[in-house]
């Protein structure tokens, strides 16, 4: 999943709306939906200040311990072979 999919899910297992998520970082509610129509990747700071208003941390795991539970971010497109 991209970023911006891993954002929608962490909100809707906090059972919040996208827009609360951009009106929590004071932007504007549209914030969350804009992004991911664009087809945008945010910054690393950006993505952790929204995944923490849904509960979440933004962390790095070694792929043998990350969790069940755990919402993955794919990266792009030909990135492992960089």
């Given at each position: ?39 945008s990747?945010?910054k ?8 923490e ?10 792929h043998?311990?990350?969790?069940d ?14």
């Open positions: 999943m991209d970023a911006y999919e891993a954002v929608k899910r962490a909100a809707e297992n906090k059972g919040i709306s996208t827009n609360s998520i951009g009106r929590a970082l004071g932007k504007a509610d549209s914030y969350v939906a804009s992004g991911a129509t664009r087809g990747t945010p690393a700071d950006t993505l952790a200040a929204m995944l208003v849904c509960g979440y941390s933004l962390a790095a795991i070694p043998a311990d990350v969790p539970t755990a919402l993955v971010i794919d990266p792009p497109d030909g990135a492992a072979s960089r």
